[in-house]
C-alpha cells in the first residue's frame, strides 16, 4: 500500500483565502466582539489562522462532537463528546468547521446552539463539498467550495493522520 497526497489548495490560497474571511467577518461584526466555536479537532488550524485575521475582539472555545470514525465514510451518528465551557447567551457566536460534507453534523450542531440562545449564530466553513449534501444546513461564509473528493491537510485527518500539512490535498490510497 503506498498512500500518497495529491495538493487541490496551496499553503498561500488557503491563508489568503481566510485573510480574506477574516476581513468579510470583521467588517460583518464592526466593534462587536465575535466569539469562535472552534468544533474539533480538525478545525484548529483553521480557526488559529482566521483568528489572527479578525481584528475585532475575539473570544474563543472548543467542542468536540462526533460524525465520522475510521475510514472515509459517514458513522450517521452525531453526539457532544466535549461541551463549551463558556454559555454563548447574548454573543455574537461564529461556529467554525474545516468541512461540510452530508451536512449531518451541523444541521444538528446548529440546531442545539440555538437553543442557548446566541445574540447570532453564524457558519463558517474552510470547505464545503454540496455534492454529498444530505442534511440542508446555511453557511454563511465558505472558503472553498470542492469537489466530492476526499481531502486531507490543513486539520483534516485520515485515521487521525496528515492533519499538520499545511495545504489541502487528496488522499490517494494506491
Ligand atoms: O458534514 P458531515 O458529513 O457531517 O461531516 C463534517 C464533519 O466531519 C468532520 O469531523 P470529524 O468527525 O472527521 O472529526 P475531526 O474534526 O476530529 O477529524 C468535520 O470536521 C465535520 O465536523
Ligand atoms: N478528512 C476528511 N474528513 C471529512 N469529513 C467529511 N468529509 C471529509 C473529507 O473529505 N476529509
Known amino acids: 500500500m503506498s498512500e500518497s497526497v495529491r495538493v487541490m489548495l496551496p499553503e498561500e490560497k488557503v491563508n489568503q483565502r481566510i485573510a480574506e474571511l477574516g476581513e468579510e467577518i470583521s467588517k460583518e461584526f464592526a466593534g462587536e466582539p465575535v466569539h469562535l466555536i472552534c468544533i474539533l479537532k480538525g478545525s484548529v488550524f483553521f480557526t488559529c489562522e482566521l483568528a489572527k485575521r479578525i481584528t475585532v475582539p475575539v473570544t ?3 467542542m468536540t462532537v ?3 470514525g475510521s475510514g472515509t465514510t459517514s458513522s450517521g451518528n452525531v453526539k457532544i463528546k466535549k461541551d463549551l465551557d463558556e454559555d454563548i447567551a447574548g454573543k455574537n457566536v461564529v461556529v467554525i468547521e474545516d468541512i461540510i460534507d452530508t451536512g449531518r453534523t451541523l444541521a444538528c450542531l446548529l440546531e442545539i446552539l440555538k437553543e442557548r440562545n446566541p445574540k447570532k449564530l453564524k457558519l ?8 454529498r449534501r444530505i442534511a440542508d444546513v446555511s453557511v454563511d461564509y465558505t472558503g472553498f467550495v470542492i469537489p466530492d473528493e476526499f481531502v486531507v491537510g490543513y486539520g483534516l485527518d485520515y485515521d487521525q493522520r496528515y492533519r499538520n500539512l499545511p495545504y489541502v490535498g487528496v488522499l490517494d490510497l494506491g
Open 60 to 62: 474563543m472555545d472548543f
Open 66 to 68: 462526533s460524525s465520522y
Open 124 to 131: 463558517c466553513t474552510l470547505l464545503d463539498k454540496p455534492d
